[in-house]
């Protein structure tokens, strides 16, 4: 059953505390996506790597906000230091980029269970 | 302005009856539209996308899509109490390899009545 895989489900830190959030994609999927989804904003794009390599993080407050992905497995989001105003649900989302089945694209986006965060 | 616009709701039909969620967008290169359903603390999940103006049928949902209007809407036909969710409308300037950035409007919550 192949599905994307987040960790933590659940974190509450307190304010200036490094919080780290990881994510597995789907094997075979080349595109990850960094998406955060509050009440107020929805789902906003954070960051966006395609064949590991980033392609758009405008989304993301540089200043304390970092996405990598070391490994084909593995990407990560980063904040140091958190602030209140970064509770929200963080999404990772892989799909495929380019044609698939049929030469259709589909741009279907797999997203994994996400990562609650509450700063106090 | 916003990108893509969504009546936020909630929108509340009886059980059996058309719901029809509509969805507007700013961009007029966006070439690719996607509708998600996300229930209640799970993750947005694909139901349907259309690239071509016209309606796309699938199941008891049609997806229905304009662009010079730069609009799309999905129907659900015979609305049951499990379609209740949120509805999220997502747009796609690309299309094909070149281009995957989804831009997600804020979704419409939408209540089927027993």
């Known amino acids: 059953d192949a599905r994307v895989t987040q960790t933590p489900r659940d974190k509450v830190t307190e304010m200036g505390q490094e919080v780290t959030m990881r994510c597995q994609p789907i094997l075979g999927h080349n595109t990850v996506f960094w998406y955060r989804q509050t009440m107020m904003q929805g789902l906003e794009l954070l960051a966006y790597f395609r064949n590991r390599a980033p392609l758009d993080d405008s989304g993301m407050p540089k200043d304390r906000f970092s996405a990598e992905m070391p490994d084909a497995t593995l990407a990560t989001l980063k904040i140091q230091p958190s602030e209140p105003r970064d509770s929200a649900v963080y999404f990772c989302a892989s799909g495929l980029s380019g044609q698939g089945l049929a030469g259709v694209y589909t741009g279907e986006l797999f997203f994994g269970e996400g990562s609650r965060l509450t700063v106090l | ?114």
């Not at chain 2, 059996?16 to 690719?32: E, H, K, M």
Request: proline residues 4%.
């Open chain 2, 1 to 114: 302005q916003k990108e893509v616009e969504q009546n936020s709701g909630p929108l509340s039909v009886p059980e059996g009856a058309i719901a029809s969620l509509n969805c507007t967008y700013s961009d007029r290169g966006s070439q690719s539209f996607f509708w998600y359903r996300q229930y209640s603390g799970k993750s947005p999940e694909l139901i349907m996308f259309i690239y071509s103006n016209g309606d796309k049928e699938d199941g008891r949902f049609t997806a229905q899509l304009n662009k010079a209007s730069q609009y799309v809407s999905l129907l659900i036909r015979d609305s049951q109490p499990s379609d209740s969710a949120t509805y999220l409308c997502a747009v796609n300037r690309g299309f094909g390899a070149g281009s995957y950035q989804l831009t997600f409007g804020k979704g419409t919550k939408l209540s089927v009545i027993p």
